[in-house]
C-alpha cells in the first residue's frame, strides 16, 4: 500500500507496497475525498438530509440499503 498527499507530494503512508492486493469499492475513495473537500470549502452542507427514495438504488454495494432509515445527512452518508 501506498498513500501520498498530492498537493504536498509527501508520503502520507506505505507498507508491502511490493504486494498486490485485491481492492473492493476503490472508486469511492475520489468521492468520498471530493466530499470532505466540499464540506471543508462550505460548498456542501454535512448536515443536508438526503431521502433514500430521492437515489437510485444501488444493487453492488453499499449499507443504505440494508437500513431502515428512510432518509440521512450527507455526513452519514459519507
Known amino acids: 500500500m501506498h498513500v501520498a498527499d498530492l498537493?504536498?507530494?509527501?508520503?502520507?503512508?506505505?507498507?508491502?507496497?511490493?504486494?498486490?492486493?485485491?481492492?473492493?469499492?476503490?472508486g469511492v475513495v475520489p468521492l468520498l475525498i471530493e466530499t470532505a473537500a466540499q464540506f471543508e470549502a462550505g460548498t456542501l452542507d454535512p448536515l443536508e438530509i438526503i431521502d433514500k427514495s430521492?437515489?437510485?438504488p444501488v444493487e453492488v454495494g453499499g449499507l443504505w440499503r440494508h437500513l431502515k432509515a428512510p432518509a440521512l445527512p450527507v455526513c452519514d452518508l459519507a
Open 7 to 26: 498537493d504536498r507530494g509527501t508520503e502520507v503512508l506505505a507498507g508491502d507496497a511490493h504486494l498486490t492486493l485485491p481492492v473492493g469499492g476503490i
Open 54 to 56: 430521492s437515489v437510485a
